[in-house]
Every structure is written in C-alpha cells, then in structure tokens.
C-alpha cells in the first residue's frame, strides 16, 4: 500500500472516530451519562451541539473523500457543512455582540454547575471559529475555488490550538482557563479536534502541504518519520522537565539547561542521522543516473540500430519528450523541440489524419485500441510507414497520468511486402486472365497447372486437366492432326513457339480458331513449359461476316441515291458511288480521282469546305451547304455531311462525306424567304401593329410595331407568353369579345373595333384593330390576322374640331349678344350723358330768350351752356374712342397701349405700369387693332376677377415675334378649370392671336398672381 492510500485510510479512521465521539457525547446528553459528556464529573462537559457539529464534521469528511461519490452523498455532505458553518458563526456572533441565540441549548438543557459564569449550552470560542472555519472551506462553492494549500494551512494553525490545549490538560496549567473562561476546551474536544484535523490533512495527500509529506522523496520520508518524533519527544521532554521541578529534583534555571541539552542531543542526533539520510540517498541517485546515461545511450545505439524511438507524455503537465530516434523518423534535428499537436498532425498523411485522431481519442479513453500504421505527410518529409507503440501509467485511482510509448520506421518492409504483393497479384492476375488461355507443363509434358479461361476453352474442368499429359487430353481436328507434326519440330528448332494459328475441336465438337504460343520456364531448377492460347474464333467470324458486310455495303452504295465518298487525309477524293458521279454529270470516276475538294465547287464557298473538312480531321463530325457546277454546265445546290474515319489504332485516316442535292429545297426556301422577307418588310413599312394569332398551335406573330406597343424585345422576348385582353380596358374587354364571338358566328371575313389599350407609362390610348379571320373546311376559325391603328390623336382632333366648333357658335352668339349690349350701352350713354347735355343746353337757351336786360345772368348761362357742350364733346370723343381708338391711327400702337394702361388706372385704382424697348412700332392698322383689343380685354379681366393691387405689362420683340405680357399680383386661379368653363373672354382672345398665327399661354397660381404671355409674328408686309 502506498503512503498516499495509507494516508486515505487513516483520514477514514480519524473522521470516523471523530464522527464516533460526538455520537457518543449526545448519547450522553439524552441519558445523562456524565462520563460520555465530560468524563469526569469535575470537568467540563462538551456541549450538545458542538457533539451535533462533530458528529456532523466527521461525516463530510467521509463523504466528501468517497471513491466512488454520488450526487445525493454530494447534497448530503453540502447541508452537513452549511449546518455547521452556521452554527459556529452565530456562536461567534454571541461571543462578539453579547446576545443569546437561543441555539445553545435548542438540542438539551444544560445545568452548569462547575463554571457558572459560563453561558449553559455554549460551546467555545475556539470550538466555535473552528467550526465556521470548518464548514467554510467545505462549503461547495469555496472548496473548488480555493487553494489546497490555504484550505490545509488553515487546519494547521487549528491544530497548533489545539496541540495546546492539550499541552494545558498534559502539564496541568490550564493556560486556556487563565485567558478567559470562554476559551476553554474540554479534554475530549481537544482530542476529538486533533483527530478531526488530521482526518482532514490525510484526506489530500496528493495537493498542496501534504503533497510534499506523502511523496517518495527524501523530504517527505525525513518529515513522515522526524516530525512525529519531533512532536512526542519535546512535548516528554517539557513534561519531564515540568515533573523534576515540581519533585523538587532542579530548580527552574537548572530544568532549562537540562531541557536545552536535551533538545541539543536529540536534534544533533537526528540531523546527523537526517544528513546520512540524504547523503546515501543522492550517492544511491548518483548510480542510478550514471546507470539511467548508460542505459539511455545503450538505448539510443539500440534504438538507431532498429530503427525504434521512444516518446513519453506526461498528462498533468502535457510534456512531451522524443528520443533521437524519433527525431531522426521525423527528419528534424535531434536537439530540436517536440512539435506541438497541432504541428505533429501536419507531419501525418492527410488521408491518416483521421484514424490517427480517433486512435489518440481511444488511447485517452482507456479503449482497447488496435495495432495502426501510419504514413508521414509527403509535403512535409520523404513518405514513410511508422508503427506506434504504447502503454499507460496510471495513477491510485486508475486514471491516466503518463504515456510511454515507441516508433518504428517499417518503410522498407512495407514497399517490399507491397511490392513482392504486387508481383504475385499480377502473376495471379495474367494467369488467371479471361483473355489467355495458360498452362503449365513440366519436362514429361504434364499439366501441372492451368488457368479457368483454357480449361473453358476446352469445355473441361481444371481438376480433370491437371496430372494429365497432352497425350492423354482428346485433343483432335484435321487441321491439328496435319499442323502436330510440325509443332514439334518447331519447338525443337526455336525452342519456342509464337503466334501459331491452328483450330481445335472441343469436347462438344465445337470447333475453334487459336493462336498457340510456347515458352520455356525454370522452375525450382527443372525445366517447364508455358502454354498460351488466344481465342481469335470471333475474330475470324467478324473477319467473314466484315466480308460479307463488305460485299452488302457495295451493293447499297452503288444504289442509294445520295453522293457517298470518302477523301483521304490529304484531301483527295478516293471513292465516289454512281449517284455521286451522276451528279458531277459523269461516269468515269477517273475524273474525279484525287482531285482536291472538288473544283466544281463554287469559289465562295471553298474555304468554308476546307475548314469542315480540317476539322473532321481533327475529330468534329460537321456539315454545310454549297453550290457546284456539273461538268455539262449545270447549276446544283449540295448539302453534305462529313465524319471521319479511324483506324485500328483509333487515327484518323480519311473522312466518309454524304452528299444529297437539295437544289428544288432550295428554290423552295427561296420563294418562302422572299414571301417572308415581303411580309416582314409590309409589317415593318406599316406604322400599324400588325399581328397574326394562330388558334390551332396558339402561337402569336408581331412585326416591330407590335413588339414595340407591349414593350418587348423580339430578340429576346416570345409572344406566345401574352395573355389575350392583358393591356385591354377591363370596360372595352366584352366589347371586342362579342364583336369576335358575331363574326365567328356569321363567318365573317373581318371585324373591327376600337378599343383602348394600356401603354407602358399605364396611360391609355384608343386603337382601331381591323381583324381578318381564316377559317377551316368545318368553318371553324383556325388563324387570326389584325393591324392595329393607334386612333387617340385622331379623336383627340375630332373632339377638338367638335369643340373649336361649339365654341364659335357660342362666340358667334356672343358676339352677337356683345353687339346688341354695345348698341345698347352707346344709345344709352347717347341718351342719358348727350341727352341731358343737350337737355340742360336747350334749358339754357331757353332761358336766354327770356334774359332781355340782366347781362350778368347772361353771362353765367353762356358760361354753362359752353360747359354743357365741353361734356358734350368729351362725351362724344370717349364713346368713339371705345368703339375704335383712333390714338392707334394717329400716335400708333405703343402710345394706344400706355394711354390705355394709365386709364386703366385712374378707372379701377390699381397700380399699373407699361413698359417698352420700342420708341415705335409699325403694323397693319388690324394687327394694331387686336394687340390692343387682346391688351383692352386682359386689364377688364384683372379688374373683375384678380382682386389685384399692382399690374405690370410690357412688349417687346423676340426672336422676330412680338411679346405682350400682362401680369398681376391677385389671387389666381386654377388653370386646369379654362378648358371646363364658356370663358368668351379668353376664347375671343385666343381666336383673335390664332387669326394672327400667334399663341397664347395662360401661367397662373391660386394665390400668386395671373401672367398672361401672347407671341405674334411679327407681319412681313
């Protein structure tokens, strides 16, 4: 048993003991034994529930040190611990605040009666720490976090407390008791904690501390057996030392000289006998590693004579260490470093890798694992096949802790086993092959071995062939009884036999074509002979039946009536059949002979043949179309089709051409191109969208305008992809499909209808689609043809014209209306302004005939009869003014335009403001007239609707037209409503710019403002 397991067991006995006496100490409160709670009635007795705690402790670490633990021992032994923390700590916590608890006597009433300033049931101080010490450190969650060595430090100091406690009870001084009552330990809790912390010590032999006491070295066998020493002989020296005084044997001063002495004669004794310890240790370790260099170069020399190398790894530290050998495997440099795992895996076969993987996965696993050879990475060192070797060193619980292992390099023996491997299998394999028959024969002409392909030739089995003698085999034919003879004598000529063709009749009678071969063989130094034969029986059949294909193929092309011929590799023509020389328009196949690509072809079209008959040399099968010239002048037009023509050896030698004149499908084609070409060209000189719908097949046909008008490419897009109606206005669909389903009814020959169809941008234009129908001979229609006619402008013009003309009825009618309020409105101002001037001026005359004397009175009707007939003519200039500005005739255009806008002004008190570039400006007086008619009914506008505060016009010429501009600050309008509304205003200006071949343009925008632009060319005369 090793120090470590002998530890572990005296840890077991220690926490049983331990667990044993707080067992028995609670068994003593509950009967009130007095010597299983204090031993002796004068001592103190151990309190109830540190018995509780040591029971407790006693059993974690039993638990805890399990072999074999599982996860309810795991639970059991954490509540244990926490149980016990908690008690000490809130004992502590009474010790340090002064309050009770009341855990103390939760299990028993205490009757303290030796010490009663102690408080009943409470357990020390010391008890208490170490108890929450205790459970700390075996708490779960601390004991993985925290060091072995602080967990056992910390039991240590423990022990050294209650060592001397102990040392009190042993000298009688109670050196506890001194301190304070709380400190006392009663003498079965001291040997109880003593027992308890060595329990925990032995428990970790292998971590921290312990692991230098446990070990084999010299240092742990000098502290296993001085220390316990130490300890027993100071504490009897101390006590004897104590005893001689108290005997009165030595005063105290000669008791410490005698101690000290003591203690020097011991300690010298045993570090001389420590010294001698470890000078026969290292002179021992001296001859082991002279012995271990020794055997390591004898194991090194040994190694490089076999070929084997050694490697170690140890699992704790993950050290790795190579012999040289194993270097020298791996090609690296025998002082190098191990690679790493991941370098050594490179060093491996890809194709290994893996096995190799999962043998190292098996290998830590504790698996059985299989002998495997691997081979080195090609890519990295020369290609080798190395054998591993290995064996585990375990630990005490059987746990992996080292790997020794070696390798060998086996290339050599594996490439000559691989390569004598090959050798066999392919003798195995050429005497076994289905291809030969072979046969063995010794100096007597026995078979002594012979392959399955010739016993089946034969039609006998191996068994029955094997031992016999060619004499004894029924071999016979009349062509091998006449050829026996001269076998013989060729084998004793040559020696061998090469290639001999003869036939055999087989056990059934079936006779076969062979080529029989004979060599000499040595072996086991007598000689043999090898028979071969080689089936050709097939062969001379497809000979005869290539014949016979020969003569059938003959006959075939001398009837067939395309071109067969064939060109040589040089481009010359070898053969040409009848109906090939019958077109060329000859009989004579000499004259075509040899010829080069055949100078009846048409020049154009020769070095596209060249081409296609260089390339089926080159392999690729092609064919073309081309024009030849007979030899009596005639014109054909060929279509040939070339392949070439191979060898045995699979080269090619020539080429086979089939030629058939297809002249009359070519003027076919002819006529149907130019027939597509014109309609093709019809579809593309029509601006219509012409289109053809096959119902039978379902396919659809376009010209460019259709494609265009579903936005397609004809390249690119098929048409036989479009649903009908897909772009039609859901309200015309019904429409066009009850016009179609009428005509097919009545059988008609054409339809058409408008329609509105969706464009690309999803606006919609009106088409006319005249349909033409072709029906069948059941009269079913079978193909429609239609042209489809984009009709918007046209009844966007319609429209227009419909609507120019309702509004010059209505401006007729309004400028009949206008007429009729002017004549009204000037006898109006006729009546009411020069009537009453004339009125008053007659009054006034009147009034004069009664006026004899007074001269002033006179005088004053005078003056206002000229007043009244001043009115009279201003009234009279104003009324011809309005009805024709005679300003235009006299001071022309620009001063009629700036008098009108300061009138404008004064009358409607807005601000207006014209503006010119041109001092004059020279026109046809009915130019002039309706410029300022247009520039007249634009300020009457501005005035009744703008609610504008400033106007601002101008003219000007531009680009040879004159511009006449009117704008406003007022409030706008929507010009989109012009068109909706019977505004006579706008349509007599716009009828008056259009007479003059100009435009006018409306620009306005609810709340900023109206413009109004008219541009005239300006008149040439």
Not at 324 to 338: G, H, L, T
Not at 375 to 404: A, C, E, S
Not at 441 to 453: A, F, M, P, R, Y
Not at 460 to 478: D, R
Request: charged letters at 25%.
């Amino acid at each position: 048993m090793s120090v470590r397991q002998r530890f572990k067991k005296f840890s077991f006995i220690f926490s049983v003991a331990v667990a044993l006496v707080g067992f028995l100490v609670l068994i003593g409160w509950a009967g009130n034994i007095t010597v299983l709670k204090s031993i002796s009635p004068q001592w103190i007795s151990m309190k109830a529930n540190a018995a509780l705690c040591f029971l407790l402790a006693g059993s974690t670490v039993i638990l805890v040190n399990r072999e074999r633990k599982t996860p309810g021992s795991e639970i059991i032994a954490s509540v244990f611990s926490f149980i016990i923390f908690s008690t000490g700590t809130v004992t502590v916590l009474e010790y340090i605040f002064g309050f009770n608890a009341g855990i103390d006597e939760l299990l028993f009433k205490d009757r303290q009666t030796i010490f009663p300033e102690l408080t009943p049931g409470r357990q020390s101080v010391f008890s208490a720490a170490y108890f929450m010490l205790f459970g700390f450190c075996y708490l779960p969650g601390i004991k993985k976090i925290m060091k072995p060595s602080l967990f056992q430090l910390i039991h240590i100091m423990s022990g050294i407390f209650a060592l001397a406690a102990a040392m009190s009870y042993l000298f009688g001084t109670y050196f506890f008791i001194g301190v304070s009552l709380k400190f006392i330990y009663v003498i079965h809790s001291t040997l109880a904690f003593l027992l308890l912390i060595l329990a925990v010590l032995f428990s970790q032999p292998d971590t921290g501390i312990m692991k230098l006491v446990s070990s084999n070295t010299s240092g742990g066998r000098v502290i296993r057996s001085t220390l316990p020493l130490f300890i027993f002989i100071f504490i009897v020296l101390g006590w004897l030392r104590l005893k001689g005084e108290q005997a009165g044997l030595y005063n105290e001063e000669l008791g410490i000289s005698i101690f000290i002495l003591a203690m020097i004669i011991i300690l010298g004794y045993l570090l001389f006998w420590g010294a001698a310890s470890f000078t026969r240790s290292e002179e021992a370790l001296m001859q082991s590693e002279e012995r271990l260099i020794k055997a390591n170069k004898n194991l090194e020399l040994a190694e490089q004579q076999a070929g084997i190398g050694n490697w170690e790894y140890d699992v704790g530290s993950k050290f790795s260490h190579w012999s040289k050998e194993v270097f020298r495997i791996f090609d690296m440099p025998p002082d190098a470093k191990p690679p790493s795992n991941k370098e050594f895996l490179e060093l491996i076969h890809p194709d290994d890798r893996p096995p190799f993987i999962e043998f190292l996965n098996q290998l830590l696993e504790q698996k059985n694992v299989k002998t495997i050879i691997f081979r080195t990475n090609p890519k990295k060192l020369r290609l080798k096949y190395l054998l591993p070797g290995w064996q585990v060193i375990k630990d005490d619980k059987g746990i992996p802790k080292k790997y020794f292992g070696t390798l060998q390099d086996i290339t050599e023996r594996v490439e000559a086993k691989t390569a004598l491997k090959q050798r066999e299998e392919l003798f195995s394999k050429a005497f076994h092959s289905r291809v030969f028959g072979l046969a063995i024969l010794n100096g007597e002409n026995q078979v002594i071995n012979i392959n399955d392909t010739l016993a089946g030739l034969l039609e006998y089995k191996k068994e029955e062939l094997i031992g016999k003698k060619c004499s004894e085999i029924e071999l016979t034919s009349p062509d091998y009884l006449k050829k026996r003879g001269e076998l013989g004598l060729m084998l004793m000529q040559k020696g061998s036999i090469e290639n001999y063709e003869l036939e055999l009749l087989t056990r059934s009678g079936k006779m076969l074509s062979l080529l029989l071969s004979v060599e000499p063989l040595n072996l086991g130094n007598a000689p043999h002979w090898l028979i071969s034969f080689v089936d050709i029986t097939e062969k001379r059949k497809a000979e005869k039946e290539l014949a016979e294909s020969e003569t059938r193929l003959r006959a075939i092309l001398d009837t067939v009536p395309e071109c067969v011929k064939i060109i040589d590799s040089n481009g010359e023509l070898t053969y040409m059949n009848p109906a090939g020389l019958a077109m060329m328009e000859t009989d004579d196949f000499e004259m075509v002979k040899g010829r080069k690509g055949l100078g009846n072809i048409h020049t154009p079209y020769l070095k596209e043949f060249y081409r296609l008959v260089t390339n089926v040399f080159s392999g690729t099968p092609g064919k073309m179309e081309y024009e030849i010239t007979g030899f009596k002048g005639t014109h054909r037009w060929m279509e040939t089709h070339m392949v070439p023509l191979r060898d045995e050896e699979k080269n090619i030698v020539s080429l086979l051409a089939v030629t058939r004149d297809i002249s009359d499908r070519k003027r076919s084609e002819e006529e149907i191109k130019k027939a597509i070409e014109r309609y093709e060209l019809i579809g593309k000189a029509t601006n219509d969208a012409v289109w053809e719908w096959d119902l039978r097949s379902n396919d659809i046909w376009g010209n460019d305008s259709f494609y265009k008008l579903y936005g397609l490419n004809r390249q690119t897009d098929n048409l036989n992809t479009l649903e009908p109606y897909t772009h039609t206005h859901p309200d015309d669909v019904l429409k066009m499909k009850t016009a179609l389903d009428d005509a097919f009814k009545q059988q008609q020959q054409s339809v058409g209808f408008e329609f509105r169809f969706r464009m690309q941008d999803n606006t919609y234009r009106t088409f006319l689609d005249r349909v033409f129908i072709s029906y069948d001979e059941k009269g079913q229609p079978e193909r429609l043809i239609g042209a489809m006619l984009d009709i918007t402008d046209r009844k966007k013009t319609e429209a227009q014209i419909k609507e120019y003309n309702e509004q010059l009825r209505q401006l007729a009618a309004n400028l009949q209306t206008i007429r009729e309020d002017e004549r009204q409105r000037i006898g109006r101002e006729v009546h009411d302004e020069l009537g009453q001037w004339l009125a008053v001026l007659k009054m006034e005359i009147a009034r004069i005939k009664k006026i004899k004397e007074d001269e002033k009175t006179l005088d004053e009707s005078i003056a206002i009869m000229l007043q009244q007939v001043d009115g009279c003519i201003q009234s009279s200039k104003r009324i011809a003014t309005e009805l024709r500005p005679t300003l235009i005739d006299d001071m022309g255009l620009i001063a009629a335009l700036e008098w009108q806008a300061e009138e404008f002004g004064k009358r409607a008190h807005i601000k207006s403001a014209f503006k010119t570039d041109l001092d004059k400006l020279k026109l046809p007086i009915d130019f002039a007239i309706a410029i300022f008619r247009i520039f007249q009914e634009s300020l009457t506008n501005v005035m009744r609707h703008a609610e504008a505060t400033v106007v601002t016009s101008s003219l000007f010429i531009k680009k040879g037209n004159i511009v006449l501009k009117i704008k406003d600050n007022g409030k706008g309008f929507d010009t989109a409503i012009i068109g909706t509304k019977k505004t006579m205003g706008l349509i007599g200006m716009r009828e008056r710019v259009l007479l003059m071949n100009g435009t006018y343009a409306i620009n306005s925008t609810p709340d900023k403002g109206t413009e109004i632009t008219v541009t005239i060319p300006v008149p040439t005369d």
